[in-house]
């Protein structure tokens, strides 16, 4: 356990970095929805396999249920430590990035709107009532409060945070581990 605790800060700290370079690279990098998931996926999955690879030297076998195990409280640990992180970059360290993220969020939405309503053949009227609305709805909403992303996280920690370490931990565990639990059964 102390090894996934140890391992959910370096995991923390990637993924601090992670963030920091893609805003310093360009903010809007922070926006894009594959660059920010792609980048999390490859951080998580390293810190879940190199986890794992530690825990080997430890624990023999390694199971299934101790893989899942670990990299379930690694994946907690440090996605909590780096929501508390967006919300102090968000929030003080910069906070236009709100503003620019709800802009992003409109534009996707008024481009898939039009889409939407081309599709189903909407009038004119019935599609500009219908952007207004998204409008207003996005705007009176702030994506970056503590509780709507303590509410992402809690998500988070299904996808891609228990997805991940099942798939992970069904790839690292022991050969050995599957026999003794069949003969044990």
Do not use: C, H
């Not at 640990?77 to 992003?104: K, Q, T």
Request: proline residues 3%.
């Amino acid at each position: 356990m102390k090894t996934a605790i140890k391992f959910g800060v370096y995991y923390f700290i990637a993924s601090a970095l992670a963030t920091l370079i893609q805003y310093l690279i360009n903010p809007e990098l922070l926006f894009r929805p594959i660059v920010s998931l792609v980048v999390s996926l490859l951080v998580v999955a390293t810190f879940m396999i190199l986890l794992l690879k530690e825990e080997k030297k430890v624990v023999q076998p390694l199971t299934f249920g101790e893989g899942i195990k670990n990299t379930m409280v690694m994946y907690i640990i440090g996605s909590f430590f780096s929501i508390i992180f967006a919300y102090v970059l968000y929030n003080f360290i910069d906070p236009s990035l709100i503003e620019r993220s709800i802009e992003f969020a409109q534009e996707i939405a008024r481009s898939t709107a039009e889409r939407v309503a081309e599709i189903g053949g909407l009038s004119e009227v019935d599609k500009v009532e219908m952007l207004e609305e998204m409008e207003k709805q996005q705007v009176d909403s702030n994506p970056f409060t503590l509780s709507a992303l303590l509410l992402s996280w809690a998500i988070n920690i299904i996808f891609p945070g228990l997805v991940l370490s099942l798939i992970i931990s069904a790839i690292m565990k022991d050969k050995k581990s599957d026999q003794e639990e069949s003969l044990s059964s």
